[in-house]
């Protein structure tokens, strides 16, 4: 028996909110909000949108799919970075500035980074999810 397209969706939702509550426990009791709703709204809002499909199309993570789950988290990172980059280059911005920043913005390369390490996370922790749920329903 297959898990729903609804489940698999409530799945990879309930794994972006995992990642978001690992990062808020990270901050600790003296951590603002901003940075949870900076990484919220830049990295794990994208990152559901562009990996939608992924988790519309592959079924479980039995096998080989683990690894195409992975990588596709891997590279939507870098898709969603390099498309801001584009726009803000097209928006009159200094492409050294844009990838390399200044004083008071962060450089692209960092955020691109952070954006790759939570794409990871979060489809880490989507496959494992996947992964007991097939086993939870196999059982069932």
Known sequence: M????????????????IFIALIYATQGPAGTMDVVYRITLLYVLPLWVVFLPV?????????????????????TGVVVF????????????????IWQGYATFSSMALWTTLAVASGL???????????MFYRWIQTA
């Open 121 to 131: 996370v979060v489809s880490a922790i989507y496959g494992m999810a996947l992964k």
């Open 82 to 97: 390099a498309g801001l980059s584009v726009i803000q280059a097209l928006n009159r911005g200094n492409p050294s500035i």
């Open 2 to 17: 297959q898990a729903t397209a609804l489940k698999r969706i409530s799945v990879w939702t309930v794994s972006c909110l």
């Open 55 to 75: 988790t519309l199309k592959v079924k479980d993570a039995q096998g080989p799919r683990i690894w195409i789950i992975l990588g596709y988290g891997l590279l």
